[in-house]
């Protein structure tokens, strides 16, 4: 019985031993190869030797946020820039604003343009106008869509609904500063001297 398990395990070491030198061997014989015929590998730092990457646009090329009370109008400006050294020209939509929960918002923003032609560098304000009048407290968000041709490319706007704790200020007593900065003189006169009628 120790004798099979003796030669099993030989056995088993016997293969391994047979199957290394084997793949080094035919891993010997095809850097010869590949030598010989001046062919590489791909490595993972050869980008010529790879298939191009796919490179997706962010899903937002920036974000807008804005605080205000209900029933407050608010104007939220931004600028779309050219970085290029050709004329563009852009489109400027928007879509839905929604709560927290998907819910439509009482009233959607608008925008002041659609359209923007801008020379090699060039800029443009846009203005978002929204009315907040029935509006609950939380937080809203939609996109400004900016497209030039085939892609559209999203601004964040999050606009948070919230009641403001306004600053108190209390009066002073007026009292107590009218004594100080007034003088004798605007609370008394003198009377002046009556002259005795001549009756002789």
Known sequence: ?????KNSGNVADNLGTILS????????ILETGLNATNLKLPTS?????????????PKFIGKLYRSAMPNESIIVPFIINNGSSVPKTY????????????????????LNKNTVVLPPNGQERILIGLQ???FSKGTYETEVVVREKDYNQNILLTVDVQDVSASVFTPLD???????????????YCERPRTQPNNG
């Open 174 to 188: 007026e009292k107590k500063y009218n004594l100080k900065w007034q003088s004798w003189k605007t609370h008394f």
């Open 132 to 134: 907040l009048a029935n």
């Open 1 to 5: 019985m120790n004798t099979t398990n």
């Open 45 to 57: 730092s050869d980008c010529d030797a790879c298939a191009p990457k796919e490179e997706c646009p």
């Open 21 to 28: 030198r084997s793949f080094e061997m035919y891993k010997g």
């Open 91 to 110: 489109r400027i939509g928007m879509r839905e604003l929604k709560d927290n929960d998907g819910n439509l918002a009482p009233i959607q923003p608008k």
